[in-house]
């Protein structure tokens, strides 16, 4: 998901609790602070000599042991991001990222999937990242291209 597409679903969703959560159904704990909105830029040289760049809006969260029993609602988030947009350049182009880690979910930045809204809260859906090797990923393309050119 694009920044400007959480921030636009956000903006739909004003005072609803704001809830991220796994395939499995797990949820990030209520109470949980946004504690880093990461503007991250990423220049690279893969295995197959060539350079990649893209940015990342990373979002950092974390639990406190004596965490409040509620979620932070869409509109306190937004908040947040537009004095951090006021401050720091973030592409709205860029990933958004979910960077957490507890029990349920390992320590790594989270793709977001998509997200959900009801009456109460919107949702969005966390994915773990996956590695590839993208020298082939753009081999199997283009064959995939030629056969179909």
Same mark, same amino acid.
């Given at each position: 998901?694009?920044?400007?597409?959480?921030?636009?679903?956000?903006?739909?969703?004003?005072?609803?609790?704001?809830?991220?959560?796994?395939?499995?159904?797990?949820?990030?704990?209520?109470?949980?602070?946004?504690?880093?909105?990461?503007?991250?830029?990423? %220049?690279?040289? /893969?295995?197959?000599?060539?350079?990649?760049?893209?940015? &990342?809006?990373?979002?950092?969260?974390?639990?406190?042991? !004596?965490?409040?029993?509620?979620?932070?609602?869409?509109?306190?988030?937004?908040?947040?991001?537009?004095?951090?947009?006021?401050?720091?350049?973030?592409?709205?182009?860029?990933?958004?990222?979910?960077?957490?880690?507890?029990?349920?979910?390992?320590?790594?930045?989270?793709?977001?999937? %998509?997200?959900? /809204?009801?009456?109460?809260?919107?949702?969005?859906?966390? &994915?773990?990242?996956?590695?590839?090797?993208?020298?082939? !990923?753009?081999?199997?393309?283009?064959?995939?291209?030629?056969?179909?050119?």
């Amino acid at each position: 998901m694009r920044t400007h597409e959480f921030i636009k679903a956000l903006r739909n969703s004003a005072d609803k609790e704001l809830i991220f959560a796994n395939a499995a159904g797990q949820s990030i704990h209520a109470g949980y602070h946004l504690t880093e909105i990461k503007a991250a830029s990423f %220049e690279t040289v /893969d295995c197959g000599g060539k350079t990649n760049r893209w940015s &990342e809006t990373i979002l950092q969260l974390w639990v406190p042991e !004596d965490a409040e029993d509620t979620y932070m609602k869409s509109n306190k988030f937004l908040r947040i991001y537009d004095k951090v947009r006021r401050l720091v350049p973030v592409d709205e182009e860029a990933e958004i990222r979910i960077e957490y880690g507890d029990e349920n979910f390992f320590p790594t930045a989270y793709h977001v999937s %998509e997200s959900h /809204d009801d009456n109460v809260a919107i949702r969005f859906f966390l &994915e773990p990242p996956a590695t590839t090797c993208k020298a082939r !990923d753009r081999a199997l393309a283009g064959k995939a291209e030629s056969c179909c050119a």
